[in-house]
């Protein structure tokens, strides 16, 4: 049935033949991203299911969390997968909310019998609320440095779908990850009292974020609820789950395939970019043909893992030569954002970087929408990531971006040696 909803979409490509329409909103702004996630976790009446990739004990993780623990005290189902290298919670909190019943796994623990399977990483950000059918994908952690909390808060993009059969594709998308973790339980020897000043300290933060969200319905009563959007047709994106399989990468194809399948134009904004084999030959292609390509990434000065920036100039002066529109952000915040746009219409948003570990380690989620009120939304949002570049016109232009000669000598290494490239 998705199959003959897909089909007549293609034929009948006009926002009449919405088959798989669902309403949604773009959160690139942190105050609504926050908004919008708190209020859709005090909505929640059946289950709430939510997997993140970084999350430590701050303001803004500890208000998720905060949030989540009293809905699964309110008896709400609630499930959050946290990945093994990205935890950075105190047990303490952790035994506060499993013993209030949320039920929490741990992607991939690091342990002696699973080294070769170290690098890979649940990277995924999605937030599942199942009484209202809604999801949120994108690509922000819990972390103060993607909501107001922080004084540099990153660029960042996630999307809220309302739609049955996104939700149902996404929720499948999560059991599989969910089963192929191990449950986190209340530690054998835990200290009640630590448990009781965690609890203390969890409410007090739910009350300081209920007394921001009543102070900023006073100072704008925006609601975004009534600023949803229709999306002509959305698809989730999933990856293979399970380790001992050989990597069947479903972003990877998706996005080959937005490149390959650009007619005008491609627009690109990722925080880091290494390009694997594939992914550079269809950009290539697409130069070739005439397809315009504009690449914002960040610039060694604002980006959060230096020698990713420094990975990044080999390729970038590659495109620069084919044609590409090359902008290097400067901040002084973090761009976090990866969205890739073709041809007016079609976009992804989503945790999926392009650069060699989402390519060959890890689980990724996002979604391609169609739809020409999102490409224009984001356009404008891009626009405003622009006023922070400095564009590249020439390779003296890439040439004069600092750099560290001790950076660049370990990353000449490690791009001579192909399986040490696929870790940048």
Known sequence: MKLLRFLLFTIFSTSCWAFEAADGLILSDSYKAAEVRYGLIKNESEAISVTV????????????????REKAK??????????????GLSQDFLDAIIADGVKVRIFNKIQFNNLGYAFNRNHTKMMLFENQKSVIVG?????????????????????????????????????????????LNLRTRFNPLKISIAEAKLDKVRNIVERWMTNRKKEDPYDWRKSLSEFNYTELIMDEVDLAKKKEKGHHRAIKKLFDDAEKEIK?????????????????????RGVKVEVITN???????KIAAIAAKKDLLQLLTLGADINLFTGPELLHAKVYMADGHKVYIGSYNLDMISRYKNIESGVIIHSDSVYQDLYKNMRMIGLKTVKINTSQDLANQKLFKCGNYLLKLMLDIPFLRNFL
């Open 74 to 87: 309110q008896g709400v189902k609630v499930r959050l997968l946290i990945d093994s290298y990205g935890n």
């Open 268 to 288: 690109i904004i990722t925080p880091y970019l290494v390009l694997d084999p594939d992914i550079k030959q269809s950009i290539r292609e697409a130069l070739e």
């Open 139 to 183: 690509d922000r952690n819990f972390k103060d440095m993607y909501f107001p909390t922080s004084s540099k808060t990153t660029q960042s993009v996630d999307v809220l779908i309302n739609d049955a059969s996104i939700f149902e594709d996404t929720l499948t998308y999560f059991t599989k990850i969910w089963h192929s973790s191990k449950p």
């Open 299 to 305: 610039s060694v000065k604002s980006s959060d893992i």
């Open 53 to 68: 990739f970084t999350l430590k004990n701050d303001l803004s993780s500890l208000a998720h969390i905060a949030y989540l």
